[in-house]
Nanobody, 119 residues
């Protein structure tokens, strides 16, 4: 059974930094894309950053230049370095990982980690 375990959330002041980590376990297959999404109260879940197995990242416009996604394929781990945090970054952050499926990738999600940025 595939599991994704996140860590690193918490409370930060505006302008501060946090680093999130997410490790996948339970599959012998290589992971395709890994990414981070977030959901603020009353809002829809939105993509924050995604990185392919070859290392190509994509970012939401709202975090470009402030957040950096990276991954360690040997550890099945994805990271999100968040700098210059803003109160509007406050949300529950979820990681995901896409594994190969018979017809399409199978996406798994972590349980979420709270990030709160105070002004």
């Amino acid at each position: 059974q595939v599991q994704l375990v996140e860590s690193g959330g918490g409370l930060a002041q505006a302008g501060g930094s946090l680093r999130l980590s997410c490790t996948a376990s339970g599959s012998r297959f290589s992971i395709n894309a890994m990414g981070w999404y977030r959901q603020a109260p009353g809002k829809r879940r939105e993509m924050v950053a995604v990185i392919m197995s070859g290392g190509s990242p994509n970012y939401a416009d709202s975090v470009k230049g402030r957040f950096t996604i990276s991954r360690d394929n040997a550890k099945n781990t994805v990271y999100l370095q968040m700098n210059s945090l803003k109160p509007e970054d406050t949300a529950v952050y979820y990681c995901n990982a896409d594994f190969p499926g018979d017809y399409r990738p199978i996406r798994y999600w972590g349980q979420g980690t709270q990030v709160t940025v105070s002004s």
